[in-house]
């Protein structure tokens, strides 16, 4: 298989432009007559459904969620950037081109980084149209915060409560053309199979989760919108239901699977309390601008709090190891995630973590020094020049609970400790996936008609992607690319007619799902669906995690083959197919989960560099920096699948070229 | 353009129940000024006040006013229990609900009931019998040097105040003077004495007799039960008065404070005054 | 934590087996229950426990944990979301509850709301509302005018942001006493009446919008304000009496 990225000739800048003229377009009278699937309603789903209504055609969304307006988009907190320049401090399309690839660590399509940094600026028109709240100056004008890796001001936000407003905004757009009966939504239908006709992906198996029902849908393409796949890890940000099976089942049926080893791990989550703890919740990388991190100097005080016999506020000063300040003075705390996370998983694997868990694994992020320097601030500013430390401390805890009230809460609801009086404790967790099926400029898989958007593709972040620019992609996929390129695919489509859905294909589709939910109901094995995905979960943090090996890597796949084995064999799933079985369900999706992961550990084996979140301990310089191999390694691994032995899988690189930006070393010293 | 329904939306009900319930608080504020009067007035001035309340051509209208707002609120209020009913059609096997709500607020309907059933026995006792029974008219007894007699009082100008009681006569009556009122033949009729309502209610609460037969002393009976109906009156005005403004859409962080206020001051201050009235009429001579 | 203990509790929880069933409140004995966990975990625990003795797992609505998403829902010792206030069950921690408590765990009760499944709820009323009004009718091209070119002030945005805060989790209509979902309406109306983006359909918005949840069965405001307190969003009373305005203004 040669895979062709379709990137058009010319200059970078004029690229998306030259490609848009050239598209083929369909009629507006023809449309109706074209059946569209869109699997996912987060920001990339929701808005490409809401596109293509608009647009005329015949859309037919699914969401797993009770309704649309739940995707996991919702839970961005920080913001989405986009080249504006509001703030007049030299940003434009380029700088944020640029900063992307180099936050992705030179590994990611410059033509498709450029396209999103090009349309960044209409999302925020679009979204203010729309009734989308973001954060204003008095002025009346949008403002603007600065997030990691970038020396602009360009991120514009809503509290922290970004990604819901703007879930919320494409949802409006979505409930708008279900309401004019141009978009018909599917809730609480999960896609569990692609059916292909002739090569091209004409409908698919959507199980109705409420009845059981197995339902056939026939399109003339098929967008797969429906997110990333963190929860291989069993603990995530992700929501719980979060799952690959959508991109996996594709994959499978013939979509290669790009870069599967790029995993971003989020520097500051609460760490991990128990063994019943189902998800790991975040705290805003925002905290990071007022919040200093550390562990203790000594050994023994990290045993002694762990044990509870002492506490961090009576650590002294000199006896505190601020880790990142010492490593990274240019950037101090606000390095890029990647870099935070590994330095402080750097230090609780060399026997400093203050977390009296199993791992010992958490740091803390304190806030005492902001409050002195703010209280001093604010009195100062109340014409107090000689306030006392007491003053002092009262008023720098109000500025923060002003700036930080909410997150605070909620932390102390989760912890029950009080983050203003002893530091937060925090541990890096996983949050994001940058790699996913491989797709063309076009964003259409290796399947014809079979389209992948947002962060269930794998094309603009490369090996790590920055802070704020999530969101910005799911919206430039659904709203400014997706329109284009299908209409291109669709243009060849308007004679096909309505495709049956009582095709041979269809049939065996159905009855491969059908078998595969049978077996799994007949299995009376001995173990929970959960126990499984757990084993997956700490097989894969520990070995596919922040820090990787050879070892590891080659321990993991053959685990995770066994694994495998094992769950098919001993898994009991109570209940019947005809009725809501969440066990179920969250059988099917722990399936695709296992294989994934095998494919990411023989990614993550397969390429021999650090880069980005994926680090290789083999490959670091003696600082323990990550050592790009641009020689070797700059190429998207996108992986065949070649039947259930995953180790059968077959790697096809598409090489990566540079013509704009010169590779240099990422550098944040 | 869709079609407005300000009659039958949840909201529309929700304007009605608060416009009625308005209405209904500034009629209140009427009725307690007039009734105070049995404290701090006369007996004249209260069967004067009576009179013009029940033949001025303007408080006619209003009182109609009255009426169907009453009727509304209370037709209005019923339409909505029985929905919000129907809302929940399977209950909660455990609440909680003073956890996040008032008593008032919870239990408008019943409280709403209650003021229901106060009114109509209220107006049974005095309005239906100031409109629809003889009443007796107000007299007033003049000892005129040992020669006691009684007059009633009537509705006309100057001096022509009183009359006496036993000249009364038919249409036609011929008073004798003796230099105290009108010497010259004058039209009376027998009603424009100024019935006495005054003394009804006076009566009324200090009445020894039976009630049914059974409850001894109903006097001290209708003090208590006038007294609760307006405690339940209070609760109901609690919550209503400032859910008033609400429902109209009247509440901003400015003013909202205050309205609530000037609400829970209303709902203590006017029931309780009511309240007075007949415990003053029954322990009072 | 090292505050975390382990407690014992009853729970006695709703089950139904699908929406044409009856249902009835069943009781369960949950041992060793860490006050770190949080409520959803502890049913995590319960559901593991009665999977491994072959019996049917409890099914509830629950997704991304942090309070955000609005899927969890859960009446719980009869208020709407648990004993806490400005959060959802999913935020919800078992030091809440001590040992030895009997706990209620019942689904969300609205004629709007029926109950699917056990403690899983029908919430698509919500969604239907939403698209009867709840938008701004503008093509999704991007070519709109810049986004800077209509000032906002910042009261206003800061106000239909706090208002765009509901999660749509249904707490609102769970604790009413009337089943209203008038919070839910107030602040999408709100949002939208406060930003001159949304101030061109204004009318017909807030007709259609209240049109659609009354055709849906929800009960009428009576003011009670206790969807104000158990909203883990903090959305205001001020939601609902914009409305009311926006309503009187539409009618007229």
């Not at chain 1, 320049?85 to 410059?110: C, H, M, P, W």
Request: net charge neutral.
């Amino acid at each position: 298989m040669k895979l062709d990225s379709k990137i058009p000739e010319g200059p970078v800048a004029q690229k998306w432009t030259n490609h848009k003229n050239h598209l083929k377009l369909v009629a507006p009278n023809n449309r109706p007559k074209i059946d569209i699937i869109v699997v996912g309603t987060g920001l990339a789903g929701a808005s490409a459904a809401a596109s293509f209504g608009e647009m005329g055609y015949n859309v037919s969304a699914f969401c797993f969620q009770d309704s649309p307006r739940r995707a996991h988009s919702i839970a961005a907190q920080g913001g989405i950037n986009a080249a504006k320049n509001y703030q007049n401090d030299g940003d434009s399309v380029y700088r944020l081109f640029y900063d992307t690839i180099k936050g992705g660590d030179y590994r990611a399509r410059e033509a498709n980084v450029h396209r999103l940094a090009e349309v960044s600026g209409s999302i925020i028109d679009q979204c203010v149209a729309q009734g989308v709240p973001f954060a204003r100056e008095y002025g009346g004008m949008l403002d603007n915060r600065s997030f990691g890796g970038t020396q602009v001001q360009r991120t514009f936000y809503a509290a922290g409560q970004t990604g819901q407003q703007l879930l919320l905004g494409a949802y409006s757009a979505l409930s708008r053309q279900i309401g004019l009966g141009r978009v018909k939504m599917y809730n609480r239908h999960e896609m569990l199979e692609l059916v292909k006709v002739d090569g091209k992906a004409r409908g698919i198996i959507a199980r109705n989760l409420i009845t059981g029902e197995l339902e056939r849908h026939s399109a003339h393409a098929v967008i797969i919108a429906s997110g990333g796949y963190g929860n291989v890890y069993f603990l995530s940000t992700n929501a719980m239901g979060s799952n690959v099976t959508a991109g996996w089942k594709i994959h499978k049926q013939g979509a290669l699977f790009a870069n599967p080893c790029y995993v971003q791990i989020h520097p500051t989550c609460i760490p991990v309390h128990g063994t019943n703890q189902s998800k790991l919740t975040l705290m805003s990388e925002s905290l990071r601008n007022s919040g200093r991190i550390w562990v203790p100097k000594k050994k023994e005080d990290a045993e002694a709090i762990r044990s509870g016999n002492l506490k961090p506020t009576q650590i002294a000063e000199e006896d505190r190891d601020y880790f990142l300040e010492r490593r990274y003075p240019a950037f101090g705390n606000l390095v890029p995630r990647d870099v935070a996370s590994r330095a402080a998983k750097e230090r609780c694997d060399a026997g400093y973590g203050i977390e009296a868990n199993d791992t010992n694994e958490g740091v803390y992020l304190d806030f005492s020094t902001e409050i002195k320097n703010k209280g001093k601030q604010a009195a100062y500013a109340q014409g107090n020049h000689n306030p006392s430390e007491e003053e002092i401390i009262k008023l720098g805890k109000k500025w923060l609970e002003e700036k930080y009230g909410n997150l605070f809460t909620m932390y102390q609801k989760i912890t029950d400790e009080n983050p203003y009086e002893t530091p937060m404790k925090i541990y890096p967790a996983v949050h994001y996936t940058m790699g996913g099926v491989w797709v063309d400029y076009n964003l259409m898989s290796t399947i014809p008609g079979c389209f992948v958007a947002g962060e269930a593709n794998f094309s603009d972040h490369g090996a790590n992607r920055l802070g704020a620019s999530a969101l910005m992609q799911g919206l430039a996929d659904g709203y400014f690319v997706l329109p284009y390129t299908v209409s291109n695919y669709l243009a060849d489509e308007i004679r096909t007619g309505k495709i049956s859905t009582d095709l041979p294909e269809f049939a065996e589709a159905e009855s491969n799902v059908k078998s595969q939910i049978d077996k799994f109901l007949n299995n009376n094995g001995s173990k929970t669906v959960d126990h499984f995905h757990k084993r997956l979960g700490l097989i894969m943090w520990n070995k596919v995690g922040m820090g990787r090996n050879e070892q590891g890597l080659k321990q993991a796949i053959s685990e995770i083959a066994q694994l495998k084995e094992e769950f098919y064999s001993d898994v009991y799933v109570p209940g019947t197919s005809d009725e809501l079985n969440p066990e179920l369900e969250k059988a099917l999706r722990v399936a695709d989960f296992i294989e994934l992961g095998q494919l990411m550990a023989m990614d993550a084996l397969q390429r021999n560099e650090s880069c980005g979140g994926h680090f290789r301990e083999e490959y670091q310089d003696a600082e323990g920096e990550t050592l790009r191999d641009d020689e070797n390694f700059k190429f998207v691994g996108a992986w065949e699948y070649k039947g259930s032995d995953i180790s059968k899988s077959e790697l096809h690189k598409e090489e990566l070229k540079y013509e704009e930006i010169k590779i240099a070393a990422r550098n944040y010293k | 353009m869709a079609k407005s329904a300000l009659l039958k939306s949840s909201i529309a009900k929700k304007y009605w129940m608060a416009l009625t319930g308005l209405f209904l608080c500034l009629f209140l504020v009427g009725h307690l000024a007039g009734n105070l009067q049995l404290i701090f007035g006369t007996p004249l001035q209260f069967n004067e006040y009576a009179l013009f309340m029940t033949t001025n051509p303007a408080v006619k209208i209003l009182s109609y006013v009255t009426y169907i707002s009453i009727l509304f609120h209370v037709v209005d209020g019923f339409l909505l229990t029985i929905q919000n009913r129907k809302a929940r059609p399977v209950g909660y096997a455990k609440t909680n609900p003073g956890a996040n709500s008032s008593f008032s607020s919870r239990n408008m309907a019943v409280l709403g009931t209650l003021v229901l059933i106060f009114i109509a026995t209220h107006m049974t006792n005095f309005w239906a019998k100031m409109h629809f029974t003889t009443m007796p008219l107000q007299t007033i007894t003049i000892d005129n040097g040992g020669q006691v007699s009684s007059f009633y009082i009537t509705s006309g100008w100057g001096q022509d105040r009183f009359i006496n009681v036993n000249q009364v006569d038919g249409e036609n009556l011929i008073i004798e003077g003796n230099g105290f009122y009108y010497t010259k033949p004058i039209k009376v009729q027998f009603a424009e004495g100024y019935k006495d309502l005054h003394k009804i209610t006076m009566d009324f609460f200090r009445s020894k007799e039976k009630l049914f037969g059974v409850i001894p002393n109903e006097g001290l009976f209708f003090t208590i039960f006038y007294v609760l109906s307006m405690a339940v009156l209070g609760f109901h005005l609690w919550h209503g008065f400032q859910s008033a403004f609400q429902s109209l859409g009247l509440n901003s962080p400015k003013w909202t404070p205050t309205i609530h206020f000037i609400g829970k001051a209303f709902a203590v201050l006017v029931p309780f005054l009511f309240a007075i009235i007949p415990l003053y009429i029954h322990f009072t001579k | 934590m090292s505050t975390a203990k382990n407690i014992n509790i009853t729970l006695k929880i709703w089950r139904q087996k699908n929406t044409k069933t009856k249902g009835g409140i069943e009781t369960y004995k949950l041992d060793n229950v860490s006050t770190a966990s949080s409520f959803l975990e502890m049913l995590d625990q319960l559901n593991e426990q009665l999977v491994n003795d072959r019996k049917e797992p409890v099914a509830f609505d629950h997704d991304c944990r942090e309070g955000i998403c609005g899927s969890c829902s859960l009446y719980i010792n009869g208020r709407a979301h648990g004993p806490d206030t400005g959060i959802t069950t999913c935020q919800l921690h078992m030091r809440m509850f001590n040992d030895g408590d009997t706990i209620y765990v019942e689904p969300w009760r609205s004629k709007a709301f029926p109950v699917i499944k056990d403690l899983v709820v029908d919430r698509t009323a919500f969604d239907r509302i939403q698209q009867a009004g709840g938008f701004v009718s503008v093509n999704t091209s991007g070519n709109t005018i810049d986004a800077n070119s209509l000032p906002v002030p910042k009261d206003d945005a800061d106000k239909a942001f706090m208002a765009a805060a509901c999660i749509g989790c249904g707490a609102c209509v769970a604790t009413c006493k009337n089943g209203s979902a008038m919070l839910f309406v107030g602040a999408k109306v709100s949002q939208y009446a406060l930003l001159p983006q949304g101030k061109v359909e204004a009318t017909e918005r807030v007709l259609n919008m209240v049109r659609q949840m009354d055709e849906e069965g929800f009960g009428n405001c009576t003011n009670t304000g206790a969807c104000e307190i158990e909203c883990p969003k903090g959305i205001s009373l001020e939601n609902i009496a914009r409305m009311n305005r926006e309503y009187l203004k539409a009618s007229l």
